[in-house]
């Protein structure tokens, strides 16, 4: 697995979940524009390669909630480790 793929994956996990990331990333516990746009990036990079985080993914798109998010991000998180 390549090493780039796994850290721009983590850079925008850790970047959302800083702790000025909600702040930045969500507004009344939804994911606003500029969040979905990053979990977009993360779905595009690791859609092919996790295939089990399809539905979290699914469930993000379709009720953007800080939870589901973080629901997505631990099965990404999962995958990661299951690729190593």
Do not use: H, W
């Not at 925008?12 to 800083?18: G, K, R």
């Not at 092919?48 to 589901?68: D, G, H």
């Amino acid at each position: 697995m390549p090493s780039k793929f796994v850290s721009e994956v983590l850079k925008i996990i850790n970047e959302i979940v800083s702790a000025n990331g909600y702040e930045k990333f969500f507004s009344n516990d939804t994911l606003n524009s500029e969040g979905r746009k990053r979990i977009e990036k993360i779905a595009k990079l690791t859609l092919n390669k996790c295939k089990q985080t399809k539905p979290y993914l699914a469930k993000v798109r379709r009720k953007p909630t800080y939870n589901s998010v973080m629901k997505y991000f631990e099965s990404i998180l999962k995958c990661l480790e299951e690729l190593k």
